[in-house]
Structure formats: structure tokens, C-alpha cells
């Protein structure tokens, strides 16, 4: 059980949540100096920052993008006198990577892991109607002890730099909403939910964890706010007779209203939409309420100009429309959870979503991308500090899934990108970190990791712990790309039949396959690089996915462009976004839409 509860901030008529996003006091600490000069009683200087947002590409000073280390927030909060006698929090969407958080100089929280939430609890801590001084020291280096893995190395200049083991830009700061919370005493900790559909009705198995032993009743509204159906107790069971479904692109939600009662009186209330459908892998299947579905759609960043993986909430409602335009039903929130708002609009939309959890760079790599088709072996997890890595790694399976578990939009669980898999090290790693989710899921969603290139089936020792074996590919870019995209093709079907020879009877999703593609490059014959390119190796790539019956689903690498670290690998960033990173369309997008919207959903059943 986690200290606090995960539940997302709202007001009920027992709660409230006020905003902290806006301007921030902000300042860098290069020499770590801040604990020592008292800085958790107010940051020196007088510049502010927005949040949320990452810090680094506001500045014109190269220093201040790239800094690692200590960087410092502040902000003044006013806390309403009629607050008094309830619980105090000042809720994270996220510090990247790690923070502690002081109120009025006292620290009241440390958080490690850059992409989940966290509360501070400062009920003993605030004065009531009155000004109070949060301060959150961030801190953004990269380590082998904690998810996503890199290194931070030092200049001859002195001065820090990441190195991440990861292909995205190393983005930090507080780049999610921040809130203060008044919640009662005795409150709703948490809900597990699941759901068993019988004919046109449907059960709804809920159970409701409170603080404290006063009575719960539930009620579940729907659409229309009428009453569908009712609950008496901590756990129990709602019949809903007739029940919408909640449908891939044709969603449908209700509203589950939990009450901890005493006699006439609320003591606490707390409100979630919930979708009724059930997610079920059955042979090469994947079934969401009993019927075949093919995924279709993307592997994402939370990436945007200015704000970097900041929330951009304009950039989230676009996401979403050409996500509709191009007849796309799903994505993988690669390479770490993303906000809670995104799930929020995808349970509203009907799209899946593969959950990833944010270990990736688990393979010893600075160039992640090209190393680990080559075969090398880095005996990831052998290393002294594996057990340490193995702790941070499960405790954000516990956020993850704990945060995320009662959106119907979630459909699986992706708890590694790309790790070292070939070596007999990895195998009890893997089996704690599969066991725990299946242990924290109560609807048991399947699980999954996405192999890398030479995690091939004559050498991959873990793909036997996947429900659906996740494949990211890049055969015709990085392995035979251009004009050997017959090569390319071949040594494809050749890893297909390998697969196939293994008979796993599970299902197979393409998690990755694409071609970096500059939107200017045009080129006919193609050559790699140009928009003409992209498409063959699009049309190539489809052929095979349509040979082999349990390939299931396939998600294009990436939605869009998206930043990553300087290199000669990379053109300001990597380039193989169907969109470019201000979300127009690439001439691919145009054969996607034509594929993906002539696609049954049940295609391959
Ligand atoms: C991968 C990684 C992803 C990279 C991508 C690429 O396999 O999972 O993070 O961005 O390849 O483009 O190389």
C-alpha cells in the first residue's frame, strides 16, 4: 500500500482542489548548495518559470538546457481558514526526477521517479488563513539505480551533463499540474473495479478502501445522471441491467459516486467516471468485451515546442482529433505514464491505451538505438546495483498501476522498452516485475514489454512472460534500409517464421517500426530520409504484418517528431513522427488513414 492515496484531485461536496499551475519562482543550484544556504525557507532570485512545464527550452543559454543537477521551485500558497480539521496536500503530477518537497521550511515529502504523481501531506504543518511557502527541490540526473537508466557525467568544464541510455530529450522540472488538496480525516483511499458482462446486464465488483470504518454506499450514475445502480458497503456488487458498454472509439461512460456515510451525513464523497467492458487475451486474440480487436494507432511522446513534456493541454485536444482523422483506436503511452488528463480524454474517446511504465534504457547504451541491434551484451542485470534499480522499478508498477487501473481506456500493462533480454540475468528480474503487476491488477489486464531488434526468438530469454508479445522493428531503416529494403524484407519474414515455428499461441503487436523522415526531403526514385522513402518502407512493412494471422496490432514509431539529444544520429530530434512535432500531417499520414480506415476492428479474428 502506497502512503498516500493516488487517487486524482477533485471537488466533491467534502474536497477541494485549487491550482497551483502558473508562475513559480525558479532558480538552478550548479553548486548544491541550497539545504545549506537555507533555501527551503525561499530560493534566492526573482525568476519565474511556468508549470507546468519542463524548464529547459525557454532559455536561450545552451548551459541551461542541458543543466543537470539541483534546480529549485517556490511558490506562495494561500490555505483557507475553513480547512482547518482536514487533511492538507500538495499534490505532484510529477517531478522529474526526483524532489523533495518543504513546506514552510519543513520537509514533507521526497519522491524518486519522474513520471507519477505524489503527495506531500502538510496538514500539521500550514497556518490557516494565511500565505504559506511551498519550496520543491527537483533534481534531474540519470542513473543505473533508477527508471529511465542513463548516466551523468561531468565536463572538463566542470559542469554536469546527462547521458541518457533512452532516445528522448532528458526533459525535467515540475511538468504536471500541482495542487493543493483539503481532503476529511476518514476519506476514500482508493477503488479497485472489475466487471463481468452477462447478456445485456453487466456486474460491476467494486471495492472501496477508506481510512477509517464508517459505512461506504456507492452509486453509479449514468450518462444522463439517473441512477443504474446502487451499493451498500466497502465491497460489493452493482448490477446494472442493460448496460452500456464501453466500446473501442464509442465509449461510454458512467459515473461511480462514493460515499462514507454517517447516519444522514457525507463524511466523504469521491466521483470517478468508469467505462463497463471487459479485456481479455484468449489464444492469439485480444478481446475487449468478448470481441477480437486490432490495434491500430501510435507510439507517443509527451513532446511539444516550448513546453517540452510539459502537460500542454492544446496539444493533447490535437492529439486526440488526428488521432480520429487517421482511424487510429490505441496507443502506447511510451516511454513512461503520461498525465492523467490524457487518460481522461481517452477514456472519453474510446482509445486503448498500452500503459509503459518508465523503464527504459535497461540495456548499458548511449546510442540505445543503433547498440542494441548489434547484438551486444551488457549483462544489465547483473550489476551490484540491481536490486536497487529492481526496487525503483516495482514501486513504479505500484504508482502506475494503483493511478491508472480504473480507466477503461487501459487495456495492458507495458512494463519495460527495449531491455538487455538475451542473457539468463534477466529472467528472475522480469519474473518479479510481471508477477507484482498481476498481483496489483484486480482485472488481471495482460502484460507486456517491448523487445528490442536482437531480442529475436532464438535469443530473447523473457518473452515467455508477455501476454502479448510486443515487438519493436525497424527492418528497411536501420537493418537494410534504402535500396536493400528487399534484404530488409527478407531477414523480416525469416524472424516471423521463427516466431511462428514457436507456436506460442499469444498474440503479436508491433510496438515500434518506422523511418526518420524529414518533412522537407522530398525525392524521386526515394532515398532514405525523404517522404517518398517513408512510404515504401511503410508499404513493405504492412505486407508482412498482413502474412502472419497472430500479428495483431500495429503502432507506428512515432505519432510525431519529438526531441531527443544532439547527435549524428538524430536531425534536432528524431524524425519518424507520421506528423511533424507542430502536428501536420506527412505524406504517410495519407496512406495510414487509407489503411487504417479500410481495416476491420476485428481484422484477423
Ligand atoms: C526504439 C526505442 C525508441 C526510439 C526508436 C528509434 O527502439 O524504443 O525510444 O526512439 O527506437 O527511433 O530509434
Given at each position: ?12 461536496v ?85 524532489a523533495?518537497v ?10 524518486e521517479?519522474?513520471?507519477l ?7 500539521d504543518?500550514?497556518?490557516?488563513n494565511?500565505?504559506n511557502k ?18 551523468t ?5 566542470g559542469k ?48 472501496v ?8 454506499v456507492v ?20 448490477e ?34 468508469i ?10 486474440s ?6 477480437p ?11 511539444s ?19 480520429k ?9 511510451s ?10 480524454m ?13 523503464a527504459?534504457?535497461?540495456f ?7 547498440e ?39 487495456i ?10 538475451t542473457?539468463?540475468?534477466?529472467v ?5 516485475v ?20 536482437n ?27 534504402g535500396?536493400?529494403?528487399c ?21 503479436f ?24 522513402y517513408?512510404?515504401?518502407?511503410l508499404?513493405m ?5 498482413d ?21 549524428i ?34 481484422y484477423?479474428?
Open positions: 500500500m502506497l502512503e498516500y492515496s493516488m487517487l486524482y484531485p477533485r471537488n466533491t467534502s474536497r477541494r482542489a485549487v491550482s497551483l499551475d502558473g508562475m513559480w519562482k525558479f532558480c538552478l543550484d550548479e553548486k548544491a548548495v541550497g539545504e545549506s544556504e537555507n533555501w527551503q525557507n525561499g530560493i534566492p532570485g526573482q525568476e519565474v518559470i511556468p508549470v507546468p512545464a519542463s524548464f529547459q527550452d525557454f532559455y536561450t543559454e545552451k548551459d541551461i538546457r542541458e543543466y543537470a543537477g539541483d534546480f529549485w521551485y517556490e511558490k506562495e500558497v494561500f490555505v483557507p481558514g475553513e480547512w482547518e480539521g482536514q487533511q492538507i496536500q500538495v499534490r505532484f503530477g510529477a517531478a522529474t526526477h526526483r523533495v518543504y513546506v514552510n521550511g519543513i520537509q514533507t515529502a521526497e519522491h521517479g519522474g513520471f504523481p505524489f503527495c506531500a501531506d502538510a496538514t504543518i500550514v497556518r490557516y494565511a500565505w511551498v519550496v520543491v527541490k527537483v533534481n534531474n540526473e540519470l542513473t543505473v539505480t533508477n527508471i529511465p537508466c542513463g548516466q557525467i561531468t565536463l572538463p568544464n554536469k551533463m546527462c547521458k541518457p541510455y533512452f532516445d528522448f530529450f532528458n526533459y525535467s522540472g515540475l511538468q504536471r499540474s500541482v495542487y493543493l488538496t483539503a481532503i476529511p480525516k476518514e476519506s476514500v483511499f482508493d477503488l479497485d473495479l472489475n466487471y463481468e458482462l452477462d447478456g445485456s446486464n453487466a456486474k460491476v465488483y467494486y471495492t478502501h477508506t481510512t477509517g470504518e464508517s459505512p461506504v452509486e453509479l450514475l449514468d450518462a444522463d445522471g439517473t441512477k443504474a445502480a446502487e451499493g451498500n458497503g466497502k465491497e460489493g456488487v452493482l446494472v441491467a442493460d448496460a452500456h458498454l464501453w466500446k473501442v472509439r464509442n465509449a461510454y461512460l458512467y459515473t461511480l459516486v462514493v460515499r462514507i456515510v454517517d447516519d444522514a451525513d457525507i463524511i466523504d464523497e469521491y466521483t470517478q467516471e467505462g463497463i467492458r471487459t479485456v481479455e487475451v484468449k489464444d492469439t485480444i478481446l475487449i468485451n468478448g470481441e480487436v486490432y490495434l491500430r494507432g501510435f507510439g507517443k511522446h509527451e513532446d515546442d516550448i513546453l517540452g513534456r510539459g502537460f500542454n493541454i492544446g496539444m493533447m485536444k490535437r492529439d486526440f482529433e488526428l488521432m482523422w487517421i482511424g487510429a483506436n490505441s496507443f502506447r503511452t516511454h513512461y505514464p503520461y498525465s492523467e488528463e490524457i487518460y481522461q481517452a477514456d472519453r474517446e474510446g482509445f486503448l491505451i498500452i500503459d509503459e511504465v518508465p527504459v534504457g535497461l548499458e547504451s548511449l546510442m540505445n538505438f543503433m542494441a541491434s548489434t547484438g551486444k551484451q551488457t549483462a544489465f542485470f547483473e550489476k551490484e546495483t540491481t536490486p536497487i534499480l529492481l526496487k525503483a522499478h516495482l514501486k513504479a508498477v505500484e504508482e502506475m498501476i494503483t493511478r491508472d487501473k480504473n480507466h477503461p481506456c487501459v495492458a500493462w507495458s512494463l519495460l522498452n527495449e531491455p538487455e533480454t542473457n539468463d540475468s534477466a528472475p528480474y522480469f519474473k518479479a510481471f508477477d507484482r503487476a498481476h498481483e496489483l491488477d484486480i482485472q488481471k489486464r495482460p502484460r507486456t514489454f517491448a523487445l528490442v531488434m531480442s529475436t526468438p532464438d535469443k530473447c530469454k523473457c518473452y515467455q512472460f508477455s501476454d502479448i508479445v510486443a515487438l519493436n522493428r525497424y527492418y528497411g531503416w536501420y537493418v537494410c534500409g535500396n536493400e529494403i534484404t530488409a524484407e527478407v531477414m523480416f519474414r525469416k524472424e516471423m517464421d521463427g516466431w511462428k515455428a514457436l507456436n506460442l499461441n499469444k498474440p503487436i508491433f510496438t515500434e517500426y518506422g523511418a526518420d523522415t524529414l518533412a522537407s526531403e522530398h525525392k524521386l526514385p526515394s532515398v532514405m530520409w525523404s517522404q517518398e517513408q512510404n515504401e518502407y508499404d512493412t504492412h505486407e508482412v504484418f502474412s502472419y494471422d497472430f500479428i495483431k496490432g500495429e503502432q507506428i514509431w512515432n505519432f510525431a517528431d519529438f526531441q531527443t539529444t544532439e547527435g544520429m538524430r536531425v534536432n530530434g528524431n524524425k519518424k513522427g507520421v506528423f511533424t512535432r507542430q502536428r501536420q500531417p506527412k505524406d504517410v499520414a495519407y496512406k495510414l488513414k487509407q489503411r487504417w480506415e479500410s481495416l476491420p476492428l476485428d484477423k479474428k
